[in-house]
Structure formats: structure tokens, C-alpha cells
């Protein structure tokens, strides 16, 4: 396998003002790997006409910008379709050629296949030159891509790379007589390259999960006529139907119907949410029992899906400090091992250590047994199936420096509402107090109806409740707005005015004493509820009382966030304090820290950071921005189909679900415990292999065996993160 040296995201960028210009996004076949994409940076990047190339390895794309009066998208796709890289169809993904069709498979089975008929003629007593010559043959089929790739990048990018260390060690091989084991390395190592392209193709298998999610063509009605048509045509505003058991082709709203829809596919969720006329679907959601018509909110390049795995491919490309240290140290790594194998073939005859033969013989073993492809893969890879595996359930990760700093959290602070609580106040209890002259779906029907006119949150919250209970408001007249108070109206049925409001209304302006309820009012309130009065002039009739609900599965995932390392979860809200500890101590809370303004939360986060280093921030996206900014990982939370949520936040939860946190921490210190165990691997490889060199207790067939087996077997290992 190759050095990732970065180069994949590197850009080459132009002059011109972006009203000249046009752009060109294209998925191409194989794109395996950095050096792939330094080959197209260097056949592209200084093209007549392109201004911006941007090379994506791990998504397999390419993106140019270019001047229309000198350079064209057919021509360009023409250029690609020449180095090797044919485009694609917009919305697939390239797969790899079948074995049988697959040049470097070729190559390498043909090489394998000359290596054995050389063994067993060598073992028949054939002519050593014939033997020989097979061997070579062998050796120049089997190294011809790594060996051409090695060149390019010596004289082409000024580097040495691990292809470079295979090529000096396989040619120094068969010079000293050794065809055999040269041959043996470039048929081994040819191996690894081929199976580089299905390594890739593995990891791209969750953003291919994503992209099939949505389908091929959508049943759209324009006019008086309905026409299937490919998803790709579907526009903002038209008008799409989904019948039972049929995907959503692109991000909408319910016209007519009521259905079940499946959402699990983009937001994780395992429950069927009800969608009816006025709710948003998501495009690639799957449509349950009944059928739906929708209009179109956005084109099929712009929904949910869409954004969702442009963000995985972007994120793929972004790398963790631990990945770009281990690129930093292969570019100097490499050099170093390929120089002391030189100045051990030429020292150590010259201090009379060893003959010329042994000590080429022993460095040639060294430069094989020092190569560090096993070491860097490792991150990659690792890191590349995380973020799949992490998009393909629900959670959408930036990028790889996030998954590591997701791991090394310890402080986690929610926003209360909307994170904790639903967002929305509800109605938690109806009392009737003593005394009252109506009964309590009376009094919920008045209430209901004078709160009809108000547009408090706490008025559709009484709204919302009576609905559920299926109370018609009572018809009202005269409404009258109490400033920070309540309302007041006229009641068909009911003499004299009647009032909704807090208990100092009542007792402070209306003069009637709560005392008799002041026991109910102080228990409701000490539960963080708002405690509402619904009485006359002359008396009160009961209290309704009011809070935002809790959402049923934060405890669990507050006790499930303590139980994988998380010592501090804080609570951060503009709610007054009575509120916010009741909420506290209903969830598992640790810290409280109410009343306050964004800034207030933002200083909150700095001063959690100071005390703690690693935060981790949860709110919507929007309001939370600054303190969303502070955290070390900033998280939003339901931000399916929200455009600013994706966009600020380090992690967007695509669903309204605590626990996806608590998975999304689980999934990044997963990552780093397989890296952990890659990259030790890695290093216990690389080192008894050159203790083993110097000290000439391996061959060369033992080294490269060791060697291949490693890179195999960290491969394997980073992608077992492809399992949820």
C-alpha cells in the first residue's frame, strides 16, 4: 500500500471571477488512492482552462473549475477517460473491475503463475539461465505498476515511497542472484497493490448504502398529467407520489395522505414516525401503510441524502492529527530506511563485518523488513469506515480529527430545550380546586378558548392539550391581553369576565386568595412546572400546570453517557432555576447552570474547558452557535433537513435522539481502540522484522511474507468499524 501524503485535497486555484467559470463534479473509476490523485493533480491541475482542481481519493471524484472559452466539460471527461479515469454516471459510484477484467489483478496472477512454473523448473533440474529468465519475467510483470508508480513519485513528486523501497529491493535482489526471491517480491507485493481497489470500494460500501437509499425515478403530477420521471429531473415545488412501500425521492412536504414513514435510514430512528398533511418527509425515508402526495421543498442534488453524502465525503477527507503525523513520519520514515540500507551495503563490508554479498544481501532484507505500510494504513482506514458506518446511523461526523477529540471526551454540556425536553411546553396536570363551580372539562374548554387568541407559548400549550383531550374551545368575546400577566374574555354561558393568567394575577391584581391551592401551587412549582390559574372575577376554579416534557429516553442516555467514561454533564438553559433542577434531578444532571443568554453560555463552555479540556456541546445549531463554537466538539441534534444545523456543527445528530450521542461517543472510542491495536501491531511487525534483518535471522521471503501478512491483517482489522 501507499504513503498517504495529503495530496488528495489539494488545490490548484485560479484567478478568474467565478461569474467566468463553470464547474464540473464527477465520479471516476479508479481512483484508488493518493498516488492516483496526484496523478490527476499533474495531468490536470495546469490544464489550458482550469482554474480549481480538487481531487477527492477516498469518494472517488474529481472537481474542476474551468474557463468555458478554453477548456470544455466533454474534453475534460475526454482527458480523464484517457490517464485512466473514466467518469462515471452522476449519481453511482465507480465499482472496481471484476477480478478477471482488473489490469493489476492481471498482472499479479500472471506473475504468480511465472513464479511457480520457474520453482518447479528449477526444482526439475532445468538450465539456470532458462529458470532465471522466467523469474525476471515474472519480477518486470508483477512490479510494473508499483515499480512505474515508484519512479513517478522519485522524479515527479521529488519523494521516496514505499514503492520506491520495494522496487531497489526487489531489482538489488535478482542482480545478486537471487531471481527467485526478487521475483517472490514483486508477485506479493503486486498482490497488495491489487487489492488496494476493492479495499477502497469496502470503504465507500456506506456512502453507496446512502446513495441507493433514494429511487431511480419518482411519479411526479405536473398540470393534469403524471409522468415518471428520473429522480435527478424532480424540482423544488413539484408535486411527487409515494405509494405504500415506495422510497421518497427527494426531500417534501405532505400535501394529501397520512402514513407511517420509515426514517431509521436517515435519521437512525427504529420507530415509524407519522407523517400527515403539512409535515416534512426526508428524501430516501420509506412510506408505510398509506399513500402520499408531496410537494418537492428541494431538488433532488439539494435534499437531506444528497447533503448528507457530500458531508461524508468531504469529512473522509478531512484528517486527524494522529493520520497527518503518520503521513509527516512516512516522508521521512521511507528516506531514512532506504539510506541506512545503503550505508549498511556499503559499511559493513568495509569494516570487514561481512562480504559485499552478505551485507547487499542483508540491507536489501532490512530496506523490506523496515517498510511502513502496515503503519500507514493503519489511521486511514480506520477512519475512512468510521465515518460511513457512523452516516449510515444517523450520525454525521465532520471529520477525522472530530472522531478523535469525540473519544477524549469527559464533559458533556446540553442545552435544555429541545435536547433535553421536546421543545414544546405541554399541559402535565389539570386540578380543580375547591370550591369550583365547573366542571374540569369546562374549565380546560374555556381556557382552551380564551388562550385561542393568544400566541404565548404557554396559550399552545393549554391549545395543544385540549385537542389531545378532545375539548372544543368555548366560543369567547372581548378578548383582552394581561401584559406578562394572562388574558381575560367573555364566555358564552359564563357571567362576567373570566381569566387565564399566573396566581399573582389573581392575587395580586383580581384580590382573591390562593391560599387554599398554595400547597398544590408550591409542589407543581418545586416540579419545575408553570402553574396556571382559570377562575372569574369572584374566585378560582383550578390550576393547570405547564412544562416542557422531558424526553423519554434522556435518563437512560444521561446514565448510559456516565457509564462509557463521561464524569461531568452539565446542563446549560435560559430557564429560570426552580425549573432547570427539577429537570436535573429527574434526568441524572450533574451541573446546573440556568438563566442564561447565549454569551452566558458561551462563557460557560470556556469555563468548563479551562477546568476540564475536552467539552462536548449539544443544542440546535442555531441559537447555540457561540457556545456550540467554544466546545471542542460542537453537536446538533434533529438536524435532518436543517441546513444551518448541518453546516455549524463538528457532529449533527440526524434525529431528535439523546441516545445517538451516546452511540456516536461509543463509535469514535471504538475507532481509537482498533487504532490503537493497528498501529501497535504495525510497530511489533516492523520491529522484530528489522531486529531480525540486522541480525540476518530473516530472508527475504520471510520478510515480504510478514510484511504482506501485516498490511492484511491491519486492513482487516480497521474495517471491522463497517459494522454498526
Not at 185 to 213: I, N, P, Q
Not at 631 to 649: I, N, Q, S
Not at 684 to 698: E, K
Request: overall charge negative; aromatic content about 4%; glycine content about 8%.
Amino acid at each position: 500500500m501507499s504513503e498517504t501524503s495529503g495530496r488528495g485535497v489539494k488545490e490548484t486555484v485560479g484567478t478568474v471571477q467565478a461569474g467566468d467559470e463553470e464547474r464540473l463534479d464527477v465520479r471516476v473509476a479508479n481512483l484508488d488512492c493518493e498516488r492516483d490523485a496526484a496523478k490527476i493533480q499533474r495531468a490536470l491541475g495546469d490544464a489550458p482552462g482550469v482554474t480549481a482542481l480538487t481531487v477527492f481519493p477516498k469518494a472517488a471524484q474529481v472537481s474542476l473549475r474551468f474557463r468555458p472559452d478554453a477548456a470544455s466539460a466533454d474534453a475534460l471527461k475526454d482527458r480523464l477517460r484517457d490517464l485512466g479515469f473514466p467518469p462515471q454516471a452522476s449519481a453511482t459510484l465507480p465499482e472496481t473491475p471484476r477480478p478477471w477484467k482488473n489490469p493489476k489483478v492481471i498482472t499479479s496472477a500472471v506473475s504468480g503463475l511465472l513464479l511457480l512454473v520457474g520453482w518447479l523448473l528449477a526444482r526439475a533440474g532445468a538450465a539456470e539461465g532458462v529458470t532465471t529468465g522466467i523469474f525476471v519475467a515474472s519480477l518486470l510483470i508483477g512490479g510494473y505498476y508499483f515499480g512505474r508508480e515508484a519512479l513517478e513519485e522519485l522524479f515527479l513528486e521529488r519523494e521516496v515511497g514505499i514503492e520506491l523501497l520495494m522496487t531497489v529491493a526487489a531489482i538489488v535482489a535478482t542482480a545478486m542472484g537471487e531471481a527467485l526471491e526478487g521475483a517472490m517480491l514483486a508477485f506479493l507485493y503486486s498482490m497488495s497493490e491489487a487489492a488496494e481497489g476493492y479495499t477502497g470500494e469496502k470503504t465507500r460500501a456506506a456512502v453507496k448504502a446512502l446513495m441507493d437509499l433514494a429511487p431511480k425515478t419518482a411519479l411526479v403530477r405536473r398540470g393534469s398529467t403524471e409522468t415518471e420521471i428520473p429522480v435527478e429531473e424532480v424540482r423544488a415545488g413539484d408535486v411527487f407520489i409515494v405509494r405504500p412501500g415506495q422510497s421518497m425521492p427527494t426531500d417534501g412536504e405532505v400535501l394529501v395522505g397520512q402514513s407511517s414513514v420509515d426514517q431509521a435510514p436517515v435519521t437512525g430512528e427504529s420507530v415509524p414516525v407519522e407523517k400527515a398533511v403539512g409535515d416534512t418527509v426526508f428524501a430516501g425515508t420509506i412510506n408505510g401503510e398509506g399513500s402520499l402526495e408531496v410537494r418537492a421543498t428541494k431538488a433532488f442534488a439539494e435534499n437531506t441524502i444528497a447533503r448528507v453524502i457530500h458531508m461524508v465525503e468531504e469529512a473522509q477527507e478531512r484528517k486527524g492529527s494522529s493520520e497527518r503525523f503518520i503521513e509527516r513520519f512516512g516522508k521521512r520514515y521511507s528516506p531514512a530506511v532506504l539510506a541506512i540500507g545503503i550505508l549498511m551495503a556499503g559499511l559493513l563490508p568495509m569494516m570487514d563485518a561481512m562480504t559485499w554479498s552478505e551485507a547487499i544481501t542483508r540491507a536489501t532484507v532490512f530496506i523490506v523488513a523496515a517498510a511502513p505500510c502496515a503503519l500507514v494504513i493503519s489511521i486511514p482506514i480506520t477512519l475512512v469506515a468510521t465515518l460511513g458506518t457512523g452516516a449510515r446511523m444517523g450520525v454525521l461526523i465532520k471529520g477525522g480529527v472530530f472522531v478523535e477529540e469525540l473519544a477524549k471526551v469527559r464533559v458533556v454540556a446540553l442545552d435544555k430545550t429541545g435536547t433535553i425536553t421536546h421543545g414544546a411546553p405541554g399541559v402535565m396536570d389539570v386540578l380543580a380546586l375547591s370550591g369550583a363551580t365547573l366542571p374540569p372539562e369546562r374549565v380546560l374548554a374555556v381556557a382552551a378558548g380564551i388562550e385561542s387568541r393568544s400566541q404565548h407559548p404557554l396559550a399552545r400549550a393549554v391549545m395543544r392539550h385540549a385537542e389531545a383531550q378532545r375539548v372544543a374551545p368555548a366560543t369567547i368575546a372581548e378578548f383582552r391581553s394581561l401584559t406578562g400577566a394572562g388574558a381575560a374574555a367573555r364566555v358564552e354561558g359564563i357571567e362576567g369576565e373570566v381569566f387565564v393568567g399566573s396566581p399573582a394575577l389573581f392575587e395580586s391584581e383580581l384580590g382573591i386568595s390562593l391560599a387554599h391551592a398554595a400547597s398544590d401551587i408550591a409542589r407543581l412549582q418545586g416540579a419545575g412546572k408553570t402553574v396556571i390559574v382559570v377562575g372569574d372575577a369572584r374566585s378560582a376554579w383550578a390550576l393547570l400546570a405547564i412544562r416542557d416534557n422531558v424526553r423519554p429516553n434522556a435518563a437512560a442516555a444521561i446514565r448510559a453517557l456516565h457509564e462509557i467514561g463521561v464524569r461531568t454533564v452539565a446542563m446549560l438553559t435560559g430557564d429560570n432555576p426552580r425549573t432547570a433542577q427539577a429537570i436535573a434531578r429527574e434526568v441524572g444532571i450533574d451541573e446546573v447552570h440556568a438563566d442564561l443568554k447565549p454569551e452566558d453560555k458561551a462563557r460557560i463552555i470556556r469555563e468548563l474547558r479551562a477546568r476540564n479540556g475536552h467539552v462536548l456541546m449539544v443544542g440546535d445549531g442555531v441559537n447555540d452557535a457561540p457556545a456550540l463554537a467554544e466546545a471542542t466538539v460542537g453537536v446538533a441534534m434533529g438536524a435532518a433537513g436543517t441546513d444551518v444545523a448541518l453546516e455549524t456543527a463538528d457532529v449533527a445528530l440526524m434525529a431528535d435522539d439523546l441516545e445517538k450521542l451516546v452511540y456516536a461517543l461509543r463509535l469514535a472510542q471504538r475507532n481509537q481502540r482498533i487504532v490503537r491495536q493497528n498501529l501497535a501491531l504495525s510497530i511489533v511487525v516492523i520491529a522484530v522484522l528489522v531486529v531480525g534483518a540486522v541480525l540476518g535471522r530473516f530472508t527475504l521471503p520471510v520478510a515480504v511474507l510478514a510484511h504482506e501478512m501485516s498490511e492484511f491483517i491491519v486492513i482487516a482489522s480497521g474495517l471491522r468499524m463497517l459494522r454498526a
